[in-house]
């Protein structure tokens, strides 16, 4: 497959490049190969993108809400009908397995241009009647909108920021993470393809330096960021020097509780899916599992065997579930916390080594007697490493649960259909589960609260942060004044 995109922007309804940027080489994480490369935006680039989404805002704005939603719509269908090269790509970008990518990146922008596009013809103000007079409100786009994305979910974040802002009547500046630059290209020319006008959807490559000039640029009304917390903290508080909007959907530390009346199958799938999918990278994992002592030693032999069925290697092969991590940076990032692990103490159930491969592979790793002050219980990994923690009784737990600094997800398993909406409610989460974990469809919000983040992305609640609303008071008889 050719992974070297045309050239490493797209501005104005076209492939831009310009070599004086400086070069990103893009590495596929299973072989360390380089695959491609791109060049960081130069001011010039930056500038070009700017111009070209404030130039288009308006007429795309003055389109109705069923033009613009049909554009969407066909968009959908176009990376639908293109998910099998676009999950070959993704694997390439990001080194997760074929077998995922198939199935939650394409698929689930796909997802959000559908819901999205079929949202657009809907959104209106309201009507207020006042006696005789009354007021109507207008809901306005913002106009320019930036996004900044991480590098877990590059197809996933470019289409959840670039459909709600596209539909609300704004454009777009999308700038990937430097460590997967492919996959927004590709969603950059589908957008057009299916007739988004030129300046309407743009992407610009870099690092930091070119995120913090987008979000500091005057002709920008809002910035949606995914990332970490220290990012979200700078990047917010350069938006809120010049008053912008913000969306920001930051990491977790997130906990999921294991109650002792669980089915324990159900558990061990979602501890699965909350800790190993795209090998851990995913900002909503529950990495603080507390199971209920009754059951912990059951808990963690099934989960041992469970493990030792997941087929480690090449990501495109189909077969293959579990893929390496995206960069020699996280993986030595994740090795780091995995010693730190061991030297505070936690019990090593399974994993902990770097696999003897080519590419960036951990095993899936799993810590059991972990205490609450320890390192791996505190501070988000973002790598394949659960860690198992003991608990009595569902007073003590919530209080763990909920001592963190982060709130995006948690989740509950339990028999006893009280208990779970009543942890659940207790949660200081966004995006909770029960009996569940990690779900994310495009019509129920998703967020964090706390230093996860601010605002929601997917479903009606993302239009409150894509559009802004107006009220117009309308007098119908005489006005009088004191003098
Ligand atoms: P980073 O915070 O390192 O980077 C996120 C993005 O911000 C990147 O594109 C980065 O550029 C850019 N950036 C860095 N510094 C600045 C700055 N000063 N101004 C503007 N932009 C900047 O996160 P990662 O890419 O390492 O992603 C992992 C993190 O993302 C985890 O904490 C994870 O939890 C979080 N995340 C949150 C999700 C959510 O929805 N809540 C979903 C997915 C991930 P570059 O890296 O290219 O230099």
Redo the contacts with the bound molecule.
């Keep these: 497959m050719q992974t070297q995109p045309t050239a490493s922007h797209f501005i104005g309804g076209e492939y831009v490049e310009d070599t004086a940027g400086k070069p990103i080489d893009v590495i596929y994480p299973a072989t360390g190969e380089v695959i491609g490369r791109v060049h960081s935006a130069t001011p010039a680039i930056v500038d070009r993108a700017l111009e070209a989404a404030r130039g288009a805002q308006a007429a795309w704005a003055a389109m109705t809400g069923t033009e613009r939603g049909r554009i969407l719509r066909r968009a959908a269908d176009i990376m639908r009908e293109r998910n099998h090269e676009l999950s070959v790509l993704e694997t390439y970008d990001t080194g997760k397995p074929y077998q995922e990518t198939s199935v939650a990146d394409a698929t689930s922008g796909a997802d959000a241009l559908e819901y999205f596009g079929g949202m657009a013809a809907t959104l209106t103000g309201e009507h207020i009647q006042l006696g005789e007079d009354w007021v109507y409100t207008r809901r306005e786009p913002l106009g320019v909108c930036v996004g900044?994305?991480?590098?877990?979910?590059p197809t996933q974040?470019a289409s959840w920021k670039g459909a709600p802002a596209l539909a609300c009547g704004n454009t777009m500046v999308f700038?990937?993470?430097?460590?997967t630059p492919l996959c927004a290209l590709k969603v950059a020319e589908i957008l057009h393809e299916a007739g988004a006008p030129a300046g309407v959807y743009n992407v610009v490559q870099?690092?930091?330096?070119?995120?913090?000039a987008?979000?500091s640029d005057a002709r920008v009304d809002k910035v949606s960021?995914?990332?970490?917390?220290?990012?979200?903290r700078?990047?917010y508080a350069?938006a809120a020097a010049e008053m912008k909007h913000v969306t920001?959907?930051?990491?977790?530390k997130s906990p999921m509780i294991v109650f002792d009346d669980a089915d324990i199958e159900n558990a061990v799938s979602g501890a699965i899916l909350g800790n190993f999918y795209s090998s851990g990278?995913?900002?909503?994992n529950g990495t603080r599992v507390f199971v209920q002592k009754g059951i912990k030693e059951a808990f963690l032999a099934r989960l041992s065997e469970r493990l030792g069925q997941a087929v480690i290697g090449d990501p495109q092969d189909p077969a293959t579930s579990f893929g390496p991590m995206v960069s020699a940076r996280?993986m030595e990032i994740v090795q780091g916390y995995i010693a730190k692990g061991q030297d505070e103490g936690a019990r090593l159930v399974c994993g902990g080594n770097r696999l003897q491969r080519d590419g960036f592979f951990l095993e899936p790793t799993v810590f059991a007697d972990v205490t609450d002050g320890m390192t791996i219980a505190r501070e988000?990994i973002?790598g394949p490493v659960m860690a198992v923690l003991d608990f009595e009784d569902e007073g003590d737990v919530m209080a763990r649960a909920n001592d963190t600094e982060f709130g995006?997800a948690a989740g509950v398993f339990t028999r006893d259909l009280a208990r779970a909406h009543r942890v659940a409610a207790g949660f200081e989460a966004g995006t909770c589960y029960i009996n569940t974990y990690n779900d994310a469809p495009v019509e129920a919000p998703?967020?964090?609260v706390k230093a996860?983040?601010v605002g929601r992305?997917n479903s009606k609640a993302a239009i409150e942060h894509y559009s802004q609303v107006k009220s117009v008071y309308v007098r119908m008889g005489d006005l009088e004044a004191p003098f």
């Design positions: 900044i994305g991480a590098w877990n979910y974040i700038k990937p993470s430097e460590t870099g690092l930091g330096d070119v995120g913090a987008l979000v960021l995914t990332g970490s917390v220290p990012t979200g700078k990047v350069a920001m959907e930051l990491g977790g990278q995913v900002c909503s996280q988000e973002f995006l998703f967020g964090g996860s983040g992305e």
